[in-house]
C-alpha cells in the first residue's frame, strides 16, 4: 500500500505553504503529493484565496526532487484540451517525469460563475465534453514525434496539430480517472486509465465501484493493468484528545470521521487502510485538510505506515 498525500487549496492556502507541505511529504517518505483543481472555497472565508493546480505543480516540479505530482481531479470544463494537453507534458518535463493526470468532468457551477468559466448546463453535456478531451488529450501524447493528429468530435475538433510538447514519460502520464458512475465511468477507466480512484466512500461501496471496473476492463479486453486506489479524510492521533483536537481544527465530529474516513489511533487508521487494501486498493490518498499540521503528517509516516509493509 503506497500512501499519498492529498490536499485541498480551494479551501485557503498559499503557494509557499503548499510547498512546505509538499516538501514534508517527500522529506516523510510519502509516494506523492496530490492538490484538487478548483478555485472556490467549499465553506469558510477560503483566505488567501485559491491557487491554480498547474501553476502550484510546476512549482513544485522544480522544488521537490522524488515525490509524484497529481490532480484529483483537473476539470475538464476550466480548460481546452490542447493547452491542457500543452501545460502538463511540461510540468512532466520540468519534473523530470513525476506527474500523474487526475482528470474528470467538473461539477462544482458556482465556481464556474464566481470566475466567469462556462459551465455546460446539463450533465450530459459535460461527460461529452469530457470523454472529448480525454480523447484529444491522449491521442495528442501518444502520437510519434513528426507525426501529426487530427480529431473530430461534437465539441472539440483538432486538425494536423504536431502534438507537441511531449511528455518526459512515454508514451505518457498515467491516466487517473475517479468516480462510482455505474456504467459511463467505469467505461472510459477501461478505455483510457491507468488508475480508477474511488473518493470518500465506505470500504463496501468501494470494493462495488472497483468490481464494476474490472468488469469494464475485462469486457474491453484490455490487457494493460488497471491500478485501483481510495481517497479518505484524515485525521489520526496519538490519543483521543489529539483525534478531537484535529476533528475540531477541520470542523468534523470524531464519530464521523470514524464512520466516513481515516481516524483514530494509529492502529485504528492503519487497520482501515487494511481493509482498503483487502479489496485490491493500492494506493490511499489521505485528504489533508488542516495544512498548518506537519506533525499529523510526522505521525502517520512514522506510526502508520510502518505497519503497511
Known sequence: MRLRIFTEPQQGASYDTL?????????????????????????????????????????????????????????ATFRHPGPLAIGAAQVDQMSGGRVEFGFG?????????AYGIPFPATARERFERYEEQLDVITGLWDTPAGETFSYTGRHYQLSD???????????RPPVLIG?????????????????????????????????????AVKDSGRQAPMVY??????????DDAEVARRAAAIGREVDELKANGLAGSPDEVADKIGRFAEI???RM????????????LELVA????PQLG
Not at 512514522?302 to 505506515?305: D, E, G, K, L, M
Open 19 to 75: 510547498l512546505t507541505v509538499a516538501r514534508a511529504t517527500e522529506d516523510l517518505g510519502f509516494d506523492a503529493f496530490f492538490r484538487s483543481d478548483h478555485y472556490l472555497t467549499m465553506g469558510g472565508d477560503g483566505l488567501p484565496g485559491p491557487t491554480d493546480a498547474w501553476i502550484t505543480l510546476a512549482g513544485l516540479a522544480r522544488e521537490t526532487g522524488r515525490v509524484r505530482l497529481g490532480t484529483l481531479m483537473t476539470a
Open 280 to 282: 485490491g486498493a493500492e
Open 105 to 113: 468532468a467538473g461539477w462544482y457551477e458556482d465556481e464556474h460563475s
Open 161 to 171: 496539430s504536431p502534438a507537441l510538447p511531449k511528455p518526459a514519460q512515454a508514451p
Open 179 to 215: 468516480g462510482t458512475g455505474p456504467k459511463r465511468t467505469p467505461r472510459l477507466a477501461a478505455r483510457h486509465a491507468d488508475e480508477y480512484n474511488v473518493p470518500f466512500n465506505s470500504v463496501e461501496d468501494t470494493s462495488a465501484a472497483f468490481e464494476r471496473t474490472r468488469a
Open 302 to 305: 512514522s506510526r502508520v505506515a
Open 285 to 296: 490518498y489521505l485528504q489533508v485538510l488542516d495544512l498548518s499540521d506537519l506533525e499529523h
Open 229 to 238: 486506489s481510495a481517497a479518505q479524510v484524515l485525521c489520526c492521533g496519538r
